[in-house]
Each structure stands twice: as structure tokens, then as C-alpha cells.
């Protein structure tokens, strides 16, 4: 796989419970097309020995959130996304996107082209997302369990180096918007580039 030479690189600290005041913030910027946006988005992410935290907030407002049903394309309201590939060396990752009602698009693959959608049964209870608001935008909370992992990446451990990037868009929200943290460098905005992910530490 050839990964993109960035400078960007996050490191999620080591806490049984988040204490977001001492976790680093990821600031995303707007995507070329999308230049003179004044939306500010941030992204934090921590772990324990078996949960993987990320939160993530965005001033928008007004924001869009009607889609609730669980084949929704997730992307068309305001949505706030964490790829996440846990294996460094690998082209596999995960696509969590979310919107302001904690409706869930789980994605699992190697590319757009080879990207599956995943139905899981009781995510709610799985990931525990916790939306929450505040005067003039929006954000979530929520865990991914480690067992979870597991079921794809059998004897995975929060250790060494994964890969990830953090995005926000919004397909059909008052202003159609897209936002990245580390930067997609192909001749076409796509959020699905393995490649342009950045690395992703697990401090001890």
C-alpha cells in the first residue's frame, strides 16, 4: 500500500475513562472546494486496554438530521466521520458515520469500490453514542469495543500504530460542506483514499 508522506500524525493517550480536557485536539479544514467555509470541527480520540474513545464536534448550525432508518446514507445530513484502518500496514479500515440523532453508517473494506456496509445488531448498546449540543453546533461520543475489532482483526490490541482520518460533510445539509483532517491529495475529493489516511499512535 503506498501512504502518502504527511507530517500529521495523532497520538490517542491511554485513560479507562476520557477526560477530553487532556486529550489532543484534531482541527479539520475545509476540502479545496470548499475554501473560505467558516465551520470549525475538532476530534479527540483516547483509549483503555479494551474501548477506543472519539469524540467530535462541529459549530453548524442549522444542521441537518432526518435520516433514521438503518439502510439511510448517513452522509446526506450533518454527519461526522471517523475512518479508522487498525492495522498500519494494511488496506482494511472501518468508516464510522454519524449524525446529530446517533444514526449509525458502518462501513468495513479497502476502498470505495470495495467497501461493504455492516449491519450490526444493538449498536446503540455497542458504541454507546452520546450526541450533544451546544449554541451554534453539535457533536458525539461514542466507544468502540475492542471485542469488537476482534471479530475482523482476530488477537487485534490498542498497541503500535494504526492509521485513521477524520472528516465532516453534510450532502444535503443547508450548506453541502466537506472538511478533512489530513489532507486527500487525489485529482478527486474522495473521502474513501486509504492512502491519505495519517498515522494513528497508541500511547501506553
Request: net charge negative; hydrophobic share 35%.
Amino acid at each position: 500500500m503506498e501512504q502518502q508522506k504527511t507530517s500529521l500524525s495523532y497520538t490517542a493517550p491511554y485513560m479507562e475513562t476520557p477526560d477530553w480536557s487532556r486529550v489532543p485536539e484534531a482541527h479539520l479544514v475545509p476540502t479545496p472546494s470548499n475554501k473560505g467555509l467558516t465551520m470549525q470541527v475538532k476530534a479527540q480520540c483516547c483509549h483503555s486496554k479494551d474501548k477506543l474513545f472519539i469524540r467530535m464536534e462541529a459549530t453548524e448550525y442549522p444542521y441537518r438530521a432526518e435520516l433514521s432508518g438503518l439502510l439511510d446514507m448517513v452522509c446526506e445530513d450533518s454527519c461526522l466521520e471517523f475512518f479508522f484502518a487498525p492495522n498500519a500496514n494494511e488496506d482494511r479500515y472501518f468508516n464510522f458515520e454519524w449524525n446529530p440523532i446517533k444514526t449509525l453508517y458502518l462501513g468495513f473494506g479497502t476502498g470505495r469500490s470495495l467497501h461493504v456496509r455492516q449491519i450490526v445488531e444493538n449498536a446503540e448498546m455497542i458504541f454507546d453514542p452520546k450526541p450533544f449540543f451546544f449554541e451554534g453546533g453539535w457533536g458525539i461520543e461514542y466507544e468502540i469495543p475492542l471485542s469488537f475489532l476482534q471479530l475482523y482483526c482476530p488477537g487485534y490490541a490498542f498497541t503500535g500504530e494504526a492509521a485513521c482520518n477524520f472528516y465532516k460533510c453534510g450532502e444535503l445539509a443547508p450548506i453541502d460542506h466537506g472538511l478533512y483532517w489530513s489532507p486527500i491529495t487525489g485529482p478527486v475529493c474522495d473521502f474513501h483514499r486509504r492512502c491519505d489516511f495519517a498515522p494513528l499512535y497508541f500511547a501506553e
